[in-house]
């Protein structure tokens, strides 16, 4: 029997760097028709069940088939329009050091008030 495994909480952070913007980031699990309260922090897999590690230490093996999990996700981008239009706005290189302005492509950082993002720029 393999055994798969797969962090959620990783997941949801590798889409975004913003802190603030992940705070709107949400998970929905439903098993079933029940959509379960508690936060999902890790999945497990042995044979044709989904094994669900919940925060509050617990799991819940259930039927693959029964588990349908659901992920919302705040563009980051669009975080930083709630920031005042007045915010400070700064760039910087992927090490640290603050930019004059944003590159044409390539990764940077993006920082805006109090909102952070990671922004790669494939075409100018």
Same mark, same amino acid.
């Given at each position: 029997m393999i /055994?798969?495994?797969? #962090? $959620?909480?990783?997941?949801?952070a590798l889409l975004t760097?913003?802190?603030?913007?992940?705070?709107?980031? /949400?998970?929905?699990? #439903? $098993?079933?028709?029940?959509q379960l309260t508690e936060t999902v922090?890790?999945?497990?897999f042995d044979g044709d069940q989904?094994?669900?590690?919940?925060?509050?230490?617990?799991?819940?093996?259930?039927?693959?088939e029964d588990v349908v999990i659901t992920f919302t996700v705040v563009d980051a981008?669009?975080?930083l329009e709630t920031e005042p239009k007045d915010?400070?706005?700064?760039?910087?290189d992927l090490n640290g050091r603050q930019l004059k302005k944003a590159p044409k492509k390539g990764g940077y950082i993006m920082k805006k008030g109090t909102k952070v993002v990671k922004v790669l720029k494939i075409e100018d």
């Open positions: /055994k798969k495994q797969i #962090t $959620v909480s990783a997941a949801i760097l913003s802190t603030p913007a992940q705070a709107d980031n /949400k998970q929905v699990v #439903t $098993v079933g028709q029940q922090t890790r999945l497990t989904v094994v669900l590690h919940l925060a509050n230490g617990t799991t819940q093996a259930v039927d693959m981008l669009k975080a915010a400070p706005l700064a760039y910087f």
